[in-house]
């Protein structure tokens, strides 16, 4: 099995931690978490794709072991996208393929809509697209639902209750049931527990709420809509996405109509997974990943 090594990338603004497998490998793979994760959401893809491919894995800005910003606006959208560009030619690529998860993917739709020259590929694990997630927002009482946590994430002061009992109420809303499933062993749970509790983790990484224009919107509330452009999110780049339909924070309707978005896209869906897709699925996900790779490559050389 690959070994999985770690490093950091000097971004000039930001360092950032990343964990590798395959660094002979030509071919850069850019793996982005969401929350509340970090780089180990993909331990268990890293060594299987890393045979093939040059994998990277960073802690995204204010998690884990990468610096964390004191500013709110460091953690907009716009920074998010140059943390990818900027990690992208710390490697030395200029062109690379993106995977992601949640808030990864919040990012890696971004980076694919706004410099499509640079990704090869996309693969999206159970993340929103930004226009329709945020007309979901705006319109869909279920989505509104269920993305309550959102406004709640914003509050001053949550940052105490997601820290209180060693993060027990983070670890309930999350990991709890895969814990239980015997899916996060204790050595896995403690890791988590570790990255949440560093110094600032959590307001950090509560800040990509704060920051982001993105959230409920309940007509009733008389909240202003954002009153997007549709064509300023068509996505260009071949798209895959792995969708587990058991997501309970991501409604099934975040799939319809995104074909009018991503004009070369591919949809698998698991019926039976839920929204932490990394977890319930690790060997369907790395089979995916890579085999998404190999058909783009095949088709570029074809």
Not at 36 to 56: C, D, S
Not at 169 to 180: A, E, G
Not at 198 to 207: T, V
Request: net charge negative; charged share 30%.
């Amino acid at each position: 099995m690959t070994e999985i090594s770690h490093g950091y990338a000097d971004l000039a603004d930001v360092k950032l931690h990343y964990a590798e497998c395959g660094a002979s490998n030509d071919d850069l793979v850019i793996l982005l978490h969401g929350f509340p994760e970090f780089w180990y959401t993909w331990r268990k893809q890293l060594p299987v794709i890393g045979k093939n491919v040059h994998a990277v894995a960073p802690d995204m800005r204010g998690y884990n072991l990468s610096d964390r910003p004191e500013k709110l606006e460091d953690y907009r959208i716009d920074r998010l996208v140059n943390d990818v560009i900027k990690l992208a030619k710390h490697f030395g690529k200029e062109n690379f393929y993106l995977v992601s998860h949640d808030w990864g993917a919040a990012v890696a739709w971004s980076v694919a809509i706004s410099r499509p020259d640079l990704v090869k590929g996309l693969i999206v694990l159970n993340g929103a697209h930004p226009y329709i997630f945020s007309k979901l927002l705006e319109e869909n009482e279920n989505q509104i639902a269920h993305s309550k946590y959102m406004s709640e994430f914003r509050e001053e002061g949550i940052e105490d209750r997601l820290l209180d009992d060693n993060c027990e109420w983070l670890w309930d809303w999350t990991f709890k049931s895969h814990y239980d499933r015997g899916l996060i062993t204790d050595a896995e749970k403690t890791e988590y527990i570790k990255a949440w509790t560093k110094p600032g983790a959590i307001r950090a990484m509560l800040n990509y709420y704060r920051a982001s224009p993105v959230k409920p919107r309940p007509k009733s509330k008389g909240e202003k809509p954002l009153n997007l452009d549709p064509e300023k999110f068509v996505v260009s780049v071949p798209t895959l996405i792995v969708w587990g339909e058991q997501d309970h924070a991501l409604m099934p309707e975040n799939l319809d109509g995104i074909e009018d978005f991503v004009s070369d896209l591919e949809i698998i869906r698991l019926p039976e997974v839920s929204h932490w897709v990394t977890h319930e699925d690790p060997e369907r996900v790395s089979v995916e990943i890579m085999g998404y790779i190999n058909k783009l490559k095949s088709r570029k050389q074809g």
